[in-house]
């Protein structure tokens, strides 16, 4: 099949005049290829810029070459699938050429190949025009012999972002194996961070010489070194991690962490390997093996770095790396190891000058433990590399699971999936995410509701999670076939953080699930961008269904960037927790547009609401923000009591309430203009009321534009208007939504809508 497959793609590319024979035109290789089921084939030469398609899956069939000159485009959530076959598949941009290759968290770029084992296939290698202290100042690139090397350490070879390299690491001949990415002479005009070097049978990530800054790197399983330097490399490395999964489960040993060298054949080379290593984690496999391998000349500074798992964690070798290491420029600060520093006294050049001792002295620590159980503690402690890594034993297939575009959700989901960038799915029912599982939905994901007689939710159990993250021009969209409000049920998440409901724990109005709990950091995942319309399904008098539903939700989660359109409930619903939310608009939502209950005590910042006029609305809007303590108790506690900043609240109703501030709440309030009400702002009941009195709670820097009504005129707008930079300011209004945004610099872009 794989043979008929290839055959057929070949001839696709002929007809499209694509193979590496062609002259200039060579240059439409890649992103132009192909109907529905059919799919490009990379290889060859091109010469002018082309473009991979979000979303899109591509196959590299041998060496796929950017001239100088042009540019390789890699959209987010493209895949290249390297063919398993005689051909040696890899990618080389040259000096003067770019690869211009930005995922994002949701949806990363991944190389990987058919054949998912070490070695399959080539990587990618990169020719700049910085510094190397090769001999004559240039050198060959291994793979594809490329010059590389210059004095342009400012050189700009593109831009590498959330890109993911799997199973790398191809043995050309002996001396001659790919790693992940290869470095050669890049310079710091070019932008990489957020790359994973997954299961290659040779290096992660090679540095020959250059000036190029990274961050945010992470090597997972490489057999050879994860990360290694020669030939003078002197860049920033910034948040790096090293993992090396047991030999008894991984089938073999891995060698150093860090590999480092100034110039094999010339210690004294200049300029010399200088690098800056930052905040890093290496984690080695290898009992009798190198973690830190320090060595031919190479200084270093290194700061905030842990190294375990290897007998000889961290090994210094050389005169020239010794003395740096003693008298300067080299330098070690709050480096933690296993075992006790080595040195080369044995090793060929080895002096023994820069010993465990010395390394002491400097206030490093020696003989620590591995804290780290598994890839999740590491996650933990390195947020950065959530969502877009493969943690150790994933195969790619399972690591992603993405769901099929055009797939219909419904029921219980008990493992992690994800929904693909740029795809879209139908909600046909309850979809559950159940405690363990993970629903991570990329980029340009739009999820319609069915119009049948089936209710149609997500619910997010507790220990469940959600990870929804959209950009501002591809956001996630939830709809419905049917564009009216109260058409879907929309998103209800459950969490393990605080309620003050009876019994400090409660039941979800949708789905019945639980939430509450102490853990107020809980994590849920994350909102970014997600943009969800006509939601507000009436299940019956007492339950109808928020645009999101935030039940016991904790401030481990991310929520930002967040709209909730034409729903006939509320926008966004806080019951308790402690969840932070931040840029979220509710616009033209028949009831409240925020509402919290149940002790919800976290911050909420930017915040706008708008309720387009009932005359071209078709209907009026209740309160723009209701605020409760507990409907049942007062007195409940935790008491409710958020922090909110920045807010611009408009109504549509002439005798309705604005922002209502009742059964006990608390609240911290300040900069915000809140017009469109008769009363746009009331405050209810003795509690709420003498907390604003006592300055428990505060309102500042607050305009409305009628007066504070007050229920048992304990807080009165007399009160109010002694208060910091409040105001009364009966022409406050806001022509349209155009007028709110022009008052908003962040409300830009489609996940805002129309």
Known sequence: MKLNKKIYSLAFLAGLTLFASCSDDEGDNGGNGGGEDE??????????????????????????????????????????VAQYDDVVDYILIKQGAKINAAGTQSAPIVMT?????????????????AHTNAEGGQGSSEIGGAAYGGNDDSDNSGTLQYVRVEYTGYAFDEEHEANGISFYGVGNGTTVDHCQAYKGSDDGFEFFGGAVNISNMVVTDCSDDSFDWTEGWNGTAT????????????????????????????FDATPISSPTISNAIFIGNGAEGKGVHLRRGTQVKMDNVQIYGKTDALFVESEQTENFLLNGPSTMTNVKISGAL?????????????????????????NQSNPYADYDAIVAECSWLSGWTHSWGASSEEAENIIPDGTELR???????????????????????????????????TIIARYDDTVDYILVKQGAKINAIGTAENPIVMTSEREEAGAWGGIHICGRAHTNA?????????????????????????????????TGYAFDEEHEANGISFYGV????????????????????FFGGSVNVSNMVVISCSDDSFDWTEGWNGKGTDLVAYQEPEATLGYNCDCLIEADNNGDNFDST?????????LILVGNGSDSQGVRLRAGTQVTMDNAQVCGKGKPLTVETTQTEQALKDGVSTLTNVTISADLQSENNIYTNTDFLAGEGNTVDTNLTFADFDAVKAACDWLTGAWIGE
């Open 39 to 80: 799919i490009t084939v990379l290889q060859g030469t091109i010469t002018e810029d082309v473009t991979l398609e979000s979303g899109k899956t591509y196959e590299l069939n041998g060496a796929y070459t950017v001239e100088e000159g042009a540019t390789l485009n890699i959209e987010p959530g493209v895949r290249i």
């Open 113 to 129: 190949s058919e054949q998912e084992e070490p070695g399959a296939w080539g990587g990618i290698h990169i020719c700049g025009r």
């Open 239 to 266: 948040n790096l991690v090293a993992i090396q999964e047991s030999e008894d489960v991984l089938g073999y040993a891995c060698d150093c962490l860090i590999e480092a060298d100034n110039n094999e054949n010339n």
């Open 342 to 366: 080595m040195t080369g006294e044995e090793a060929e050049g080895g002096e023994g000058i820069y010993t465990n001792e010395e390394f002491l002295a400097d206030g490093n620590l020696t």
């Open 411 to 445: 029921a219980s989901l008990t493992e992690n999936a994800t929904l693909g960038a740029g795809n879209t799915y139908y909600l046909t029912g309850a979809y559950t995410v159940e405690e363990g599982a993970t629903l991570n939905i990329q980029e340009g994901v």
């Open 502 to 534: 009876e019994g400090r724990q409660g039941s979800s109005e949708i789905g019945g699930a639980t939430y509450g709990g102490d853990d107020d950091s809980d994590n849920s995942g994350t909102l970014q961008y997600v943009r969800v319309e006509y």
């Open 554 to 573: 904790g401030n481990g989660t991310t929520v930002d960037h967040c709209v909730a359109y034409k729903g006939s409930d509320d926008g966004f619903e």
């Open 638 to 646: 935790p008491v409710a009591h958020p922090t909110l900043s920045n």
